[in-house]
């Protein structure tokens, strides 16, 4: 009877016994995605579809560009798109538009030397209609070259007096409008030097007041 109850026991604790899972290296996977992660590059090729060959030849590679670029009809509608945007940067450049002008332009102190500039008759603004006539004399006699070579030195001389006049007087001008402004010295002093330089008619953004005009 106990040799009974021991075995009885014996398979009672075996029956009882949890068993454990065998696991082995494919059952872990299946427990997963079941597969590993894709490459981003991978999956972004799959997105897009399988890679077109090379071409074979020039004749190849040219038509197929064209093709790429759509019709003839869509290149000039292109075309006219981007020379309307750059008519209208021009545009608003000229008219003083802070949006489209370069950053040595922008801001309001830069504008309020412009109009100081261009609310006085420079001697500075002859410097390029002169350059041209003494490159135009130097097919022309010794003695004109002469002539006009003294003439050019002469106008130099006050030339360069004015600049100096031109670029304290625009830092006064600036401390006086503007006491907290950083913008000053010789950087401010020469943007208003190259401004009164240059042709009226040439200047960008174009003039909005005129020579007397109070500033």
């Given amino acids: 009877m106990k ?12 029956s009882t016994k949890p068993s454990t899972p065998v696991e082995d290296a494919g059952s872990k996977v299946s427990l997963g995605k079941g597969k590993p992660t ?8 799959r997105r897009r579809g399988p890679v077109a060959p090379a071409p074979m030849n020039s004749k190849e590679a040219r038509a197929r560009k ?14 006219a798109e981007r020379r309307a945007a750059a ?9 003083g538009d802070d ?3 370069l950053p040595r332009d922008k801001g309001p102190v830069r504008a309020y030397v412009r109009d100081l500039i261009d609310s006085r008759r420079n001697l500075v603004g002859m410097f390029m209609p002169a350059a041209l006539i003494l490159i ?3 097919f022309v ?10 003439a050019m030195l002469i106008m130099m001389i006050f030339m360069v007096g004015e600049g100096i006049y031109l670029g304290k007087m625009v830092n006064k001008r600036v401390r006086e409008r503007f006491p907290d402004s950083t913008d000053g010295g010789f950087k401010l002093g020469w943007y208003g030097f190259t401004r009164a330089s240059q042709i009226k008619k040439m200047r960008l953004p174009k003039p909005r007041v005129k020579p007397g005009d109070a500033v």
């Fill in 141 to 150: 006699s010794p003695a004109v070259q002469f002539i006009v070579t003294f």
């Fill in 38 to 45: 894709p490459k981003r590059r991978d999956a972004e090729a």
């Fill in 66 to 79: 064209k093709a790429t670029k759509g019709t003839k009809e869509d290149r000039k509608a292109q075309s």
């Fill in 87 to 95: 008519t209208l940067r021009r545009e608003r450049m000229a008219a």
């Fill in 3 to 14: 040799l009974l109850r021991r075995g009885n026991s014996d398979d009672s604790d075996a």
């Fill in 136 to 138: 135009v004399t130097m």
């Fill in 99 to 101: 949006k489209y002008l």
